[in-house]
């Protein structure tokens, strides 16, 4: 199954680009562990819901990776940057940074 086809989880590909968001409201926010980033999601996600509807409401501390095309990546709750480099034509290697 691909991680976009669960409940939790939205993914958004076009052009070689992808977006991929947890539904959980916090999303990456809960990795840092911050409780006053919780808290602040959860006392502004009632406005958000009102502007940009029920679902979007959801998304608002959830970007969980995405990748710019053709070899950036970027995943949020590790603060992980990564750049990808073509090995062979169905080959990369990644690069973090």
């Known amino acids: 199954m ?30 840092l ?7 602040y999601i959860h006392t502004i996600r009632p406005k958000v819901a009102e502007r940009l509807g029920e679902f979007r409401s959801k998304l608002i501390g959830a970007v969980s990776s995405f990748t710019v095309f053709p070899n950036f990546s970027f995943l949020p709750g590790q603060n992980t940057v990564r750049v990808w480099h073509p090995v062979a034509r169905t080959k990369s290697s990644c690069i973090p940074g």
């Open 2 to 31: 691909n991680v976009g086809e669960l409940p939790e989880s939205y993914s958004v590909n076009w052009n070689g680009h992808g977006y991929e968001f947890a539904t959980d409201v916090v999303g990456n926010a809960a990795t």
């Open 33 to 39: 562990g911050e409780r006053d980033i919780n808290k």
